[in-house]
């Protein structure tokens, strides 16, 4: 996991072959005015989706885990207090992992909370569960998934 201002992401290209095309998308001078909705960068291989929902409650939220992409979570207005926990330190799984969505949930406690502000990313690896958009408002965020085989 990585959390940094996005005027540092260029120090993350090395990272993956995805990056450098997933930076270049977050450094869009018009990226607060796109609409909600996913966005192609490369592909299946790197893509975006643009959100601006309420915040949930931790209580109703759980911690997701991926195995095929890395997510980018730039947050763009709200504040996005994202929950985290290694992956190989949960041991509550809420049902199988599905391949389609890339997705597993896990009702295990993060271990630590990041509070995300405007102009603010976290990366997470598939290794990293994290639990995001918990929040009393509402986030305008922009995820930008990128292959982790790439």
Request: aromatic share 10%.
């Amino acid at each position: 996991m990585i959390l940094d201002l996005l005027e540092n992401a260029h120090r993350y290209l090395v990272i993956n072959k995805g990056f450098a095309k997933a930076v270049e998308f977050l450094l869009r001078p018009e990226l607060k005015e796109l609409p909600v909705g996913k966005y192609e960068i490369d592909g299946e291989r790197v893509f975006a989706m643009v959100s601006k929902d309420m915040g949930l409650k931790k209580e109703d939220a759980f911690l997701e885990t991926h195995e095929k992409f890395i997510d980018i979570q730039l947050v763009l207005s709200g504040t996005d207090d994202i929950g985290w926990k290694p992956k190989s330190l949960c041991n509550q799984p809420s049902g199988e992992y599905d391949p389609n969505s890339d997705l597993q949930f896990f009702t295990d406690t993060p271990n630590t909370w990041l509070s995300i502000e405007s102009g603010e990313f976290a990366i997470f690896f598939p290794e990293d569960a994290h639990m995001p958009t918990i929040s009393s408002g509402q986030i305008h965020k922009i995820v930008v998934k990128i292959a982790a085989t790439e």
